[in-house]
């Protein structure tokens, strides 16, 4: 690790006043998508059919900040989410928002409803609006379970605390097994209960070519990594990274030192998912995220090396899913995500087999690669 310092340059953004970048976007996200509506007024993205749809299902609401884009407004559709709540850029929505939401995602005053799992990534804002909406929906009379997720490993035990990791793409993971179950008429209690068990097996770790910068302005400052310099584990808003790397390694040690802090059970730190340690035991869902601007070439690159990387450890790759998922604006960079299936004769509460029937479900949204 070496020691360095960040460099500044200037950045332009393709934006009108910068106050109006996510109502603008999501306006224009579901003007050219039937299945989706969208309520500006509260920044909520949902399914068009949601009115008939709430009757007799579960529904699933995401929350986060925008400018990370498609995530959640790229997963709202069949087979995926019932809503999506935005605040405005790296901000968390208000809890007024959230409560909308879940208003809108259940008949009144919650009659006859199935209730609604509202997720959101484990981030102080998201957490506090989070809870604030939920006290009043129930107070209100709707039935709502609530489920954060963090799996960035960068964030070991020591430094995390109460506090805990960082929410990254182990979101999408967690939410596309909920979201399936939602759609096949599942209760809120499996549902909830399905989503923390995915989460607790899922990690994720990221690592930055440069900065992100705000779009503030049309053009804006760039805090930039020094010359032949990333940064590991930096987080999705720019929050400092684990370690800087100087000079860069090659993207084959890269992707071994990344993957090792995944699956690494003997870092008392950061074995956060639960693997066995025994090679040919354990099967896992790999997926690899743009954090921006980093290409589906360079992504299928370090898929391969993934897959290599991870068989040699006696890990086996049931699946595999990439492209830009979860961004931080136009960030270069991308992150490794590895969910650890359910292992065969595991007392659990999702086999292995119907755990990859959940990945496997068709969706019909705008940004997922099935």
Same mark, same amino acid.
């Given at each position: 690790?070496?020691?360095?310092?960040?460099?500044?340059?200037?950045?332009?953004?393709?934006?009108?006043?910068?106050?109006?970048?996510?109502?603008e976007?999501?306006?224009?996200?579901?003007?050219?998508?039937?299945y989706?509506s969208?309520?500006?007024?509260?920044?909520?993205?949902?399914?068009?059919?949601?009115?008939?749809?709430?009757d007799?299902?579960v529904?699933?609401i995401?929350?986060?900040?925008?400018?990370?884009?498609?995530m959640?407004?790229?997963?709202?559709?069949?087979?995926?989410?019932?809503?999506?709540?935005?605040?405005?850029?790296?901000?968390?929505?208000?809890?007024?928002?959230?409560?909308?939401?879940?208003?809108?995602?259940?008949?009144?005053?919650?009659?006859?409803?199935?209730?609604?799992?509202?997720?959101?990534?484990?981030?102080?804002?998201?957490?506090?609006?989070a809870?604030?909406?939920?006290?009043?929906a129930?107070?209100?009379?709707y039935?709502?379970?609530?489920?954060?997720?963090?799996?960035?490993?960068?964030?070991?035990?020591?430094?995390?605390?109460?506090?805990?990791?960082?929410?990254?793409?182990?979101?999408?993971?967690?939410?596309?097994?909920?979201?399936?179950?939602?759609?096949?008429?599942e209760?809120?209690?499996?549902?909830?209960?399905?989503?923390?068990?995915?989460?607790?097996?899922?990690?994720?770790?990221?690592?930055?070519?440069? +900065?992100?910068?705000?779009?503030?302005?049309?053009?804006? =400052?760039? %805090?930039? !990594?020094?010359? @032949?310099? /990333?940064? $590991?584990g930096?987080?999705?808003?720019?929050?400092?990274?684990?370690?800087?790397?100087s000079?860069?390694p090659?993207?084959?040690?890269?992707?071994?030192?990344?993957?090792?802090?995944?699956?690494?059970?003997?870092?008392?730190?950061?074995?956060?998912v639960?693997?066995?340690?025994?090679?040919g035991?354990?099967?896992?869902?790999?997926?690899?995220?743009?954090?921006?601007?980093?290409?589906?070439?360079?992504?299928? +690159?370090?898929a391969?090396?993934?897959?290599?990387?991870? =068989?040699? %450890?006696? !890990?086996?790759? @049931?699946? /595999?899913? $990439?492209?830009?998922?979860?961004?931080?604006?136009?960030m270069?960079?991308?992150?490794?995500?590895?969910w650890?299936?359910?292992?065969?004769?595991?007392?659990?509460?999702?086999s292995?087999?119907?755990?990859?029937?959940?990945?496997?479900?068709?969706?019909?949204?705008?940004?997922?690669?099935?």
């Amino acid at each position: 690790m070496t020691s360095v310092e960040t460099q500044t340059k200037e950045t332009f953004h393709s934006i009108n006043d910068p106050r109006d970048t996510i109502n603008e976007a999501l306006t224009g996200l579901t003007e050219h998508h039937p299945y989706l509506s969208y309520s500006p007024t509260h920044k909520i993205v949902y399914r068009s059919d949601l009115e008939t749809f709430r009757d007799n299902h579960v529904t699933t609401i995401a929350c986060s900040g925008g400018g990370h884009e498609p995530m959640f407004s790229g997963f709202v559709g069949h087979n995926f989410l019932s809503a999506y709540v935005s605040g405005n850029v790296f901000a968390s929505p208000t809890a007024r928002q959230m409560f909308e939401a879940i208003k809108m995602c259940q008949p009144a005053q919650g009659e006859k409803s199935k209730g609604t799992l509202l997720v959101v990534g484990n981030y102080t804002g998201d957490i506090l609006n989070a809870g604030l909406a939920i006290t009043r929906a129930t107070a209100a009379g709707y039935k709502v379970r609530f489920v954060p997720v963090g799996d960035d490993v960068a964030v070991g035990r020591k430094k995390g605390g109460k506090v805990g990791r960082r929410g990254l793409s182990g979101h999408l993971i967690a939410l596309k097994c909920a979201c399936a179950l939602a759609q096949k008429g599942e209760s809120l209690e499996r549902i909830a209960e399905v989503t923390e068990y995915v989460a607790a097996n899922v990690g994720t770790i990221g690592v930055a070519f440069d +900065r992100v910068a705000l779009p503030n302005d049309t053009v804006t =400052e760039l %805090q930039t !990594l020094p010359p @032949d310099t /990333v940064e $590991l584990g930096m987080g999705a808003h720019g929050e400092p990274g684990l370690q800087q790397i100087s000079p860069v390694p090659s993207p084959q040690d890269l992707a071994k030192r990344m993957l090792k802090l995944v699956t690494d059970i003997s870092d008392s730190d950061r074995a956060f998912v639960p693997f066995s340690g025994k090679p040919g035991e354990d099967e896992v869902v790999l997926l690899l995220n743009s954090l921006g601007s980093t290409s589906d070439e360079v992504l299928a +690159r370090f898929a391969e090396l993934g897959i290599e990387e991870l =068989e040699q %450890q006696g !890990l086996k790759v @049931d699946r /595999v899913t $990439l492209g830009p998922l979860v961004t931080s604006l136009k960030m270069s960079g991308f992150g490794f995500t590895v969910w650890r299936l359910p292992a065969i004769g595991e007392k659990s509460v999702l086999s292995r087999e119907e755990a990859l029937r959940l990945w496997d479900e068709p969706v019909e949204v705008v940004a997922w690669r099935q």
